[in-house]
């Protein structure tokens, strides 16, 4: 894996210039990621388009390489062509080296178990934004047949020596991870899944229309069941990704805050109309067309609003982060109540040092069901703007919050140092060009 070169992983920002102009967003990381994984189901050769060049992409083909799959990538045209035909059981070694780069190697499990019989996913990485727990993964692999072996300190061993079988699985959350780990491991289990309480976001969708590409049967119904009738042999694909609407909404975000206009080309709207409505609410202006939607500042006040993350087609979460950047230029109170994850706010501390006026609370803030009602977690914010921001050092937390440092500090005044953004690349392909692009002024 690429290791970070320390003189891309600091970028001075000088702020207070709208952001403008227009930059190409391409598939969803949360998709591509897992429509790779997806392809070691079949003994051939899969093709997937419209992939970003980001960190998750490497750490995916690396870790299918280190299992004998032939991966090419080709950053300039977005196309990884994927050749399953062969294999083996990666050295734990070897897999070891992975630990911690993200959270997709618990979906190799199901794939792994249908071609080998066994695998072994070293310990995850991803953002800090809560406990990020996989008992729901493991509940699923394990109701599904696998025997799940925690001891190994670097990772688990997961086998299956009479092969899955389909179950009756119920997810206590509507996981997006844990219902993508029920699709790869029960499309090609012995008879039928049904798996109720599911998440069913876009990226899910597309991972569903690959897997039936493959030749998966794989239904839904209105309340959130998934019908998986396993089948023995699954195909190769050829399949062009859906948009990065969280990338999409990010620069959404910082056109409105930057008091800026960006024409975000690959953006679609109907994985985003909530989004939209928000964004609307806010005051901002946008433009629907056929190669992408453009995001305005309309001059003016902006207004305060209340919002709660959700699984889809709510609110999403990771839409969250760069949006309070935006509310500390509304005029008056906003909320942010956070559902989904416990600990997601960590990133306003900065935006506070910078000028934000923004109250963190335990309670509920809003009305939706809440797992996080009678536990100790600041997991609502309060936002009084608008507030002048001005530019200071900050460290990058995580992915979604780290950009929203970074259009923090396109927002401030004066200069900042943003330290630790090579984080940023494992979700946001050429941010750093993209900000060029937008006569950020950014080295
Ligand atoms: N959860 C459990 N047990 C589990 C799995 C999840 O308690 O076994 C809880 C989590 O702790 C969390 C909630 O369920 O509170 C939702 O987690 P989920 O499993 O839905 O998240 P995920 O699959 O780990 C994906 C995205 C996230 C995105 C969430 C929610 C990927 C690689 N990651 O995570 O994206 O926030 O769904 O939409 O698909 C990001 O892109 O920056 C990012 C964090």
């Not at 780069?101 to 995850?124: C, D, K, M, T, V």
């Not at 940023?424 to 050429?430: K, L, V």
Request: aromatic share 6%; glycine share 10%; net charge negative.
């Amino acid at each position: 894996m690429a290791t970070v070169d320390p003189r891309n992983d600091v970028l001075h920002v000088v702020g207070g210039e709208p952001l403008h102009g227009s930059i190409h967003v391409r598939g969803a990381k949360n998709l591509v990621s897992k429509a790779m994984v997806a392809a070691l189901l079949a003994p051939g050769v899969s093709v997937l388009k419209n992939v970003p060049q980001i960190r998750d992409v490497q750490v995916v083909s690396d870790l299918l390489r280190l299992h004998g799959v032939a991966v090419d990538v080709d950053e300039v045209a977005g196309v990884v062509t994927i050749d399953a035909q062969r294999v083996q059981l990666a050295d734990v070694a070897d897999v070891d080296t992975l630990s911690g780069s993200s959270r997709i190697p618990i979906l190799f499990s199901g794939p792994l178990l249908h071609r080998l019989g066994e695998a072994f996913i070293p310990a995850l990485g991803g953002c800090n934004i809560g406990g990020r727990p996989i008992d729901f993964h493991l509940d699923t692999l394990r109701k599904l047949g696998a025997k799940v072996d925690k001891e190994h300190e670097d990772g688990i061993h997961i086998t299956a020596p009479d092969g899955l079988h389909g179950a009756k699985i119920h997810l206590p959350y509507p996981s997006v991870g844990a219902t993508e780990q029920t699709l790869l491991a029960a499309v090609q289990a012995e008879g039928k899944t049904e798996l109720s309480g599911a998440a069913t976001e876009p990226e899910i969708m597309d991972l569903v229309a690959v897997l039936q590409k493959m030749g998966a049967i794989i239904s839904v119904d209105v309340d959130r069941t998934f019908r998986i009738e396993g089948v023995k042999e699954l195909k190769g694909y050829v399949h062009t990704s859906l948009t990065d609407r969280i990338e999409a909404a990010s620069w959404a975000s910082a056109a409105l805050a930057t008091h800026g206009d960006i024409f975000v080309q690959g953006a679609t709207q109907p994985e985003m109309m909530t989004f939209l409505n928000v964004f609307r609410k806010i005051g901002g202006q946008f433009d629907i067309t056929d190669e992408g939607i453009r995001f305005w500042h309309p001059g003016g006040d902006l207004k305060p609003v209340a919002i709660e993350t959700d699984v889809h087609p709510g609110f999403m979460t990771d839409w969250q982060q760069p949006l309070v950047v935006a509310l500390t230029q509304a005029k008056g109170l906003s909320i942010v109540h956070e559902t989904v994850y416990e600990n997601r706010f960590g990133f306003t501390k900065p935006l506070v040092q910078m000028g934000g006026t923004i109250q963190l609370y335990r309670e509920c803030l809003g009305s939706l069901p809440c797992r996080f009602q009678q536990h100790n977690y600041k997991h609502s914010a309060v936002i009084l703007g608008p507030t002048p921001l001005e530019g200071r050092d900050i460290d990058v937390p995580d992915l979604r919050g780290g950009f929203s440092h970074l259009i923090a500090a396109l927002t401030a005044s004066g200069p900042s140092t943003v330290h630790g953004i090579s984080l940023i690349d494992r979700g946001y392909e050429d941010f750093r060009d993209k900000l060029t692009a937008l006569n950020a002024r950014v080295d």
